[in-house]
């Protein structure tokens, strides 16, 4: 973006192919592969948000307030699969917003680059709304491989919010390199899960980094 019309009252989402509503067709091996996301946050919008597929990588973004984002709202039966994409000057990598009537299939997040700017935002973001009587629900969550860094007051990978259910998570062979370690990994212990894998991951020195059950 070099010259966009400024007085944007609203946010900007650049690319996204995600699963479209059942009313509306579906969309199937939908991929955003080598492309570029340049400069896209500020001009005025309320939120930026570059791309989001079933299957994602090769991509490179510089400038924007959340890499990917997906808001499922109903059950998305294809698998998601970002992988290989790099993400420089991004207040968030990756945001996955449940409502309280989503479900996801497998979920896959791996070697990735992640240099996050601000003060706020996580390299992998997940929450989900709150309701008494339905749970968002991920049938598997992988982070796998990735490497992040990021100012003081960012997070890394967090899956802090007790509304989501995760069948199997893992998260594993993650380099991270925080001010604040202890926002490193964060995942809540009020999760509701069916296995839980975490291993391997470690600061950019190499020493093991150990995750946060606040």
Not at 4 to 17: A, F, H, L, Y
Not at 81 to 95: F, L, P, R, S, T
Not at 158 to 171: M, Q, S
Request: hydrophobic share 30%.
């Amino acid at each position: 973006y070099t010259d966009p019309m400024e007085g944007n009252k609203d946010g900007i989402t650049v690319s996204s192919i995600f699963w479209a509503r059942g009313d509306q067709g579906s969309a199937t091996n939908a991929q955003i592969t080598n492309c570029q996301f340049l400069g896209i946050s500020g001009h005025g919008f309320t939120y930026s948000h570059a791309f989001g597929a079933q299957e994602c990588f090769g991509n490179f973004v510089d400038g924007c307030d959340t890499g990917t984002y997906a808001e499922p709202i109903q059950f998305e039966q294809a698998p998601c699969y970002i992988h290989d994409n790099h993400y420089k000057n991004v207040g968030e990598g990756v945001q996955m917003t449940f409502h309280r009537t989503g479900k996801e299939a497998p979920w896959r997040f791996e070697h990735n680059r992640i240099e996050l700017i601000g003060n706020h935002g996580a390299a992998v973001s997940f929450s989900g709304e709150p309701d008494n009587q339905n749970r968002p629900v991920v049938a598997a969550m992988t982070v796998i491989g990735n490497r992040i860094t990021g100012p003081p007051g960012q997070s890394g990978i967090r899956i802090t919010n007790d509304h989501v259910t995760v069948g199997d998570l893992t998260v594993t062979d993650n380099t991270i390199d925080l001010p604040d370690r202890a926002r490193e990994i964060v995942i809540d212990k009020g999760l509701i899960l069916g296995t839980l894998l975490v291993q391997g991951n470690r600061h950019a020195d190499g020493s093991p980094l150990r995750a946060n059950h606040p």
